[in-house]
């Protein structure tokens, strides 16, 4: 999947620049979105799947630094957006605060285009093992789902089967399946299996705690 990125910049000289003279596909982006003004990139924002932030700082109306805090206060699909902060010698305070509220990186004016090319390999290999992590993540949740759907018809079955009285059994199955402890007896919610050919209303081979063995129901 190509990363996307989106240029917000007030000068459309300096987006040129950067469009035509970066290497997007050889980094494994998509060609840069781009607005010139953060107002616009607010609207692009809200409808495209951006990965990749590039700002300047000082922009008239909303300056690079408001962009990035909008991005974090308002939008929650922004908030692992990588920032690249664009800044000139006499605006490093303000690079300073855009680090405080998330930016991954700045570069200084007048800007290098190999510069520029680093810190967005930097953020391809961040979006990509985050991404990695993610798919492992879903991954070993949909394993547990399947392995507690295995447990859980075990439990079913020593139920049925009257091995309840086993203490040290039961006390395995509260642990893995996260039972409650208390002190009412297993009697108190007797387990009712329908037999696949009984009539309707028949129960069959409930298990019976006091006994330990199956009792037939009427």
């Known amino acids: 999947m190509m990363i996307q990125a989106l240029i917000v910049d007030d000068e459309p000289l300096h987006i040129q620049g950067l469009v035509r003279h970066v290497g997007w596909e050889r980094l494994g982006y998509?060609?840069?979105?781009?607005?010139?003004?953060g107002e616009e990139a607010l609207e692009i924002l809200a409808d495209a799947d951006v990965d990749v932030l590039i700002t300047d700082v000082s922009m008239p109306g909303m300056t690079g630094i408001e962009l990035l805090a909008k991005c974090?206060?308002?939008?929650?699909k922004l908030q692992s957006l990588h920032t690249l902060m664009i800044s000139g010698f006499d605006e490093?305070?303000?690079?300073?605060?855009a680090i405080h509220l998330g930016a991954k990186a700045y570069v200084l004016k007048p800007i290098r285009?190999?510069?520029?090319?680093?810190?967005l390999a930097a953020f391809r290999t961040a979006i990509e093992k985050r991404e990695?992590?993610?798919?492992?993540?879903?991954?070993?949740?949909?394993?547990?789902?399947g392995s507690l759907d295995v447990l859980q018809d075990r439990f079913v079955n020593d139920l049925i089967e009257g091995r309840s009285e086993d203490a040290e059994l039961m006390d395995s199955w509260r642990r893995l399946l996260d039972l409650p402890r208390d002190g009412a007896s297993h009697s108190a919610h007797p387990l009712q299996v329908r037999s696949p050919g009984a009539g309707r209303g028949c129960r069959c081979a409930a298990a019976d705690p006091a006994r330990g063995r199956s009792v037939e129901g009427r």
């Open 30 to 37: 998509a060609p840069p979105l781009t607005a010139e003004s």
């Open 72 to 76: 974090r206060s308002d939008y929650p």
């Open 113 to 119: 285009t190999e510069e520029i090319e680093e810190k």
């Open 132 to 145: 990695q992590i993610e798919r492992e993540t879903r991954a070993l949740q949909d394993k547990l789902t």
């Open 92 to 97: 490093f305070e303000f690079v300073q605060e």
